[in-house]
């Protein structure tokens, strides 16, 4: 178990609504950044964050977005639901933001979107 | 193009078998990072090795081989005596010095199903 929590684990969403997923990173790490996982996939990177500032996005619409609080943890926020965005989303928390830092992986929150 | 590529879907094998789970990169970075990782059902991606770009030299933990060749740009991940432990998803994935922030670009994995 790597101390990354997530929440919540499991949610059903509407097409067109928002959804808010939470995380907390493992302790002393700083930098946590967000993945998309389809079925049968690999996961793709949506966005770091590091000192409260995003620094580093992928090919993720502006509809993702996030934050990420003085104590590490971190939010992604999902607008406009689509059924394509029905994914494993994963938290993962680092001790630094460049380059080859190990990231650590929590459980994930399983989004439908119906 | 795909950065990282895990060409073997699935695979199965009976118990005590070994089995290797091939990755073969593509980066234009000379300083680079690879990690594999293992996902079992509950979801979680657990680390289970990193290497950088200059240290080509094989490792073993346990049961688990690691070789990397940067001739052929590959990471290869052998299991030795497979356990049913072992049975689950396997990513191969990329971090590149050039990168703002530390992007991981993952391959499609390997389902590893070991066979009691």
């Known amino acids: 178990e790597t101390g990354v929590t997530q929440s919540p684990t499991h949610l059903i969403k509407t097409r067109g609504q928002q959804v808010t997923l939470r995380c907390s990173s493992q302790?002393?790490?700083?930098?946590v950044s967000w993945y998309q996982q389809a079925l049968g996939q690999g996961p793709q990177f949506i966005f770091q964050?590091?000192?409260?500032?995003e620094n580093g996005r992928g090919n993720f619409p502006p509809r993702f977005s996030g934050l990420q609080f003085p104590n590490y943890s971190s939010e992604l926020n999902v607008n406009a639901l689509e059924l394509d965005d029905s994914a494993l989303y994963l938290c993962?928390?680092?001790?630094?933001w460049g380059a080859g830092n190990t990231i650590y992986f929590g459980e994930g929150s399983w989004l439908t979107v119906v | 193009a795909q950065k990282v590529t895990q060409a073997q879907t699935e695979i199965s094998v009976v118990e005590k078998e070994d089995v290797t789970l091939d990755c073969v990169y593509e980066?234009?970075?000379?300083?680079?990072?690879l990690f594999w990782y293992k996902q079992p059902p509950s979801g979680e991606l657990v680390f289970l090795i990193r290497?950088?770009?200059?240290?080509?030299q094989n490792e073993i933990s346990g049961r688990y081989s690691w070789n990397f060749q940067k001739s052929t740009s590959s990471f290869n991940f052998t299991i030795t005596a497979s356990q049913v432990v072992d049975s689950a998803v396997y990513f191969c994935?990329?971090?590149?010095?050039?990168?703002?922030?530390?992007?991981?670009?993952f391959g499609t994995g390997t389902s590893l199903t070991v066979i009691p």
């Open positions: 993962a928390s680092s001790l630094g």
């Open positions: 980066t234009r970075d000379t300083t680079y990072y």
């Open positions: 290497r950088n770009s200059f240290d080509e």
């Open positions: 994935a990329l971090s590149e010095s050039s990168n703002t922030g530390n992007q991981f670009y």
């Open positions: 302790s002393g790490h700083n930098t």
């Open positions: 964050y590091y000192r409260e500032e």
